[in-house]
């Protein structure tokens, strides 16, 4: 006797058909972005203003890196934020995975936790390239290109009361932000490795802290710019190292805001994750003031 499809078995078939074409339509479907700077006008004035340009970037040309998600932090409030910032960065992440863009997963000094897996073998299989420039363990500020950050991280930016005692909790990267198979896992110059081997001319940077490692490490934002990259910040999906009660004395968003600004002038644009995944950019339940815009009086 032949065995028919139930209806609920013919829908199932067809909704799986559904989905597998949805998928299929978004994989290489160019991401549409409208790139954020801040451009001196005149230049030397001092005086700044907006400026967005749209872009479409192909993803089979673009990486996004998620830069220092860890597992912990030694500052509680950077451990909280980071947690509550994920989920939104996981779906994010999802997306761009799902239209072809290679994902780069940089949990700095975590690789022992990785060592033989699929991410870190890719990593680690890219040939070394030329640089245009030497190739740095850490983009120090460059004072050439640009003055002093807006804020003073020198207490080590932890915004708890009283501080948090310094040290490495870290061994990998937070769980929320899943790990698939042909993303790739590295904390150094292997990064630039592997794009250039694919031809990736895009890069896409989320993650923490903004003063310091998504501005400083080899695979982020200052060494991507040195080495002739197009670099955006996911200007949503990314933090500060800012103690409030420190220079200039405004609220640890704010503070962020500030650099968000100061990478805009001096290093690349910024876009939000809603131009990925549709919605609202992601703010912190904490952030209770009305989203900020830039003025020449900040």
Known sequence: MLDYPTRSGRLMTALMCLLWVAAATLFGQ????????????PKGSGQWRISEQSAMWEPSRTAVVICDMWDQH?????????????????????????RGVLVI?????????????????????????????PAEGWCILES??????????SDGGCDDEPQCPQNFPWRREISTIEIKDRDAITDNGEAYNLMRQRGITNVLVMGVHENMCVLGR????????????????VRDLTDTMYNHRQRPFVDHFIGTDLVCWHIEKYW??????D???????????????????FSNSN
């Open 105 to 133: 997963h940089c949990p700095s000094e975590t690789m022992k936790s990785y060592e033989g897996t699929s991410g870190r073998k890719l990593a680690q299989s890219a040939p070394l390239v030329a640089t245009k420039r």
């Open 144 to 153: 050439v290109k640009e003055p002093p950050l807006p804020i003073d991280d």
């Open 268 to 273: 690349c644009p910024t876009i939000s994750s």
């Open 218 to 233: 080899p695979f982020s934002v200052r060494q991507m710019v040195f080495q002739g990259q197009n670099v955006a910040l």
């Open 30 to 41: 160019p991401l549409d972005l409208k790139l954020r700077r801040l451009i001196e006008d």
């Open 74 to 98: 030694w500052c509680k409030g950077a451990t909280a934020r980071v947690a509550e910032m994920a989920p939104c960065m996981n779906r994010t992440i999802a997306e761009l995975r799902k």
């Open 275 to 293: 131009q990925i995944v549709g919605g609202k950019p992601f703010r912190f339940a904490a952030d209770s003031k009305p989203p900020r815009s």
